[in-house]
T-cell receptor
Framework: DGGITQSPKYLFRKEGQNVTLSCEQN?????MYWYRQDPGQGLRLIYY???????QKGDIAEGYSVSREKKESFPLTVTSAQKNPTAFYLC?????????????FGEGSRLTVL | EDQVTQSPEALRLQEGESSSLNCSYT??????LFWYRQDPGKGPEFLFT???AGEEKEKERLKATLTKKESFLHITAPKPEDSATYLC????????????FGKGTTLSVSS
């Protein structure tokens, strides 16, 4: 079945450590996205990529980094520079073109900083 | 500044009690308005896309409508399995592909 796989589902990190969240899709979608969701807040865009080897910053990119070396993969690294990293992270993908607002989301990764 | 406001924040209904969720938006040049459903601890699931004022979309007990300033998600005779958080998002032409999400309305339907 086609879909988006995020791992790990739960992750605990000590302050000062970098962590990488995995996102893989087999939908053959060109565009991929990372969102952050905090309680009582809307989804906020961290980074997005429309093609391989290219990505753009979203509204809250500070303290995060991404890569897009393969069409299927869009990993997110939460660096020690991110001041408040505890959150629910969602990866999504979409086709290119007019319907790019119809996003397919993964199950999410919940990061807790101890 | 483009923004999306959803109301109410939370809504409790009895099974079979119809109601509506509101999504008010401010965007310079609407490319599309999107509704998603999110279950606790899960990623959002796409429901509808609306492109122009007057457009309506239906799926089972849900109907989405769009005006120039807001969208409504009407829920007819809801069932407990309709309980979820409903998210509204807009996409503006000049913002490229980026969606702007509202904070959502959490719907609880009791039997």
């Amino acid at each position: 079945d086609g879909g988006i796989t995020q791992s790990p589902k739960y992750l605990f990190r000590k302050e000062g450590q970098n962590v990488t969240l995995s996102c893989e899709q087999n939908l053959n979608h060109d565009a991929m996205y990372w969102y952050r969701q905090d309680p009582g807040q809307g989804l906020r865009l961290i980074y997005y990529s429309q093609i391989v080897n290219d990505f753009q910053k979203g509204d809250i990119a500070e303290g995060y980094s991404v890569s897009r070396e393969k069409k299927e993969s869009f990993p997110l690294t939460v660096t020690s520079a991110q001041k408040n990293p505890t959150a629910f992270y969602l990866c999504a993908s979409s086709t290119a073109g007019f319907n790019t607002g119809e996003l397919f989301f993964g199950e999410g990764s919940r990061l807790t900083v101890l | 500044e483009d923004q999306v406001t959803q109301s109410p924040e939370a809504l409790r209904l009895q099974e079979g009690e119809s109601s509506s969720l509101n999504c008010s938006y401010t965007v310079s040049g609407l490319r599309g308005l999107f509704w998603y459903r999110q279950d606790p601890g899960k990623g959002p699931e796409f429901l509808f896309t609306l492109y122009s004022a007057g457009e309506e979309k239906e799926k089972e007990r849900l109907k989405a409508t769009l005006t120039k300033k807001e969208s409504f998600l009407h829920i007819t005779a809801p069932k407990p399995e309709d309980s979820a958080t409903y998210l509204c998002a807009v996409q503006a032409w000049q913002a490229g592909t980026a969606l702007i999400f509202g904070k959502g309305t959490t719907l609880s339907v009791s039997s």
